[in-house]
């Protein structure tokens, strides 16, 4: 991974989690690709928390306290689970490329479960922390939604995660723009008005 300490967020986690929205949506765009459908599908996929198989290793560090006694710690990292796909590039030749897999539910993980016999756990995560590590970790070509599952399995690869990205961030850029303009023209042509409560005046 290039960086080491990349902080995402993601727990442990065998609470069912509710992606009917998304899987709906993926299952429309199959039936009628078009921009509409397909935007359906990256707005719900932003809000979805999905489940990520990671196995956790157990590391000791040395750690000093506060008054420089150096002890060792047991430090627990995850280490995410990949699936490969053998595809040709355009020489002809066969390469392997690799996805972090990321789950709609626990059934659709479960299948994953048939074809290893490593011990993995679910994370729970958003889809921005998912973006993240995908983005910080060089030998992966982007996340695939339910890899085992033929109805709504769906790859993001990484230059669609850069389109993503830059279109919220032009978009937020906008409505920063919009919100300051408003404010702007509200605070020019709002009236100078005085109020005088001198019962005396008439």
Sequence with gaps: MANQNLQISGK???????????????AEMRKEFNPDSQNKVINNALRSTF????MLEKNQELVADKDNHVQFQDKQT???????????????????ISYFPVFTSKEAMDEMRKTTDQ????FAMKFADIANLTENTPNVSGFVIDPFTKEHNLPFTKPMLESIKQTLI????????????????????????TVNSNKDEV
């Design 78 to 96: 995850a280490k995410f689970m990949l699936v490969n796909k053998n595809v040709k590039n355009e020489n002809g030749e066969e390469q392997t």
């Design 170 to 193: 032009n978009f937020k850029k906008s409505r920063e723009a919009a919100v300051k303009a408003a404010e702007e023209a509200t605070g020019e042509s709002a009236p100078n008005i």
């Design 12 to 26: 442990i986690s065998n609470e069912k989690i509710d992606n009917k929205g998304l899987i709906e949506s993926i």
């Design 51 to 54: 489940l990520v198989p990671a």
């Design 119 to 122: 011990n993995f756990m679910p």
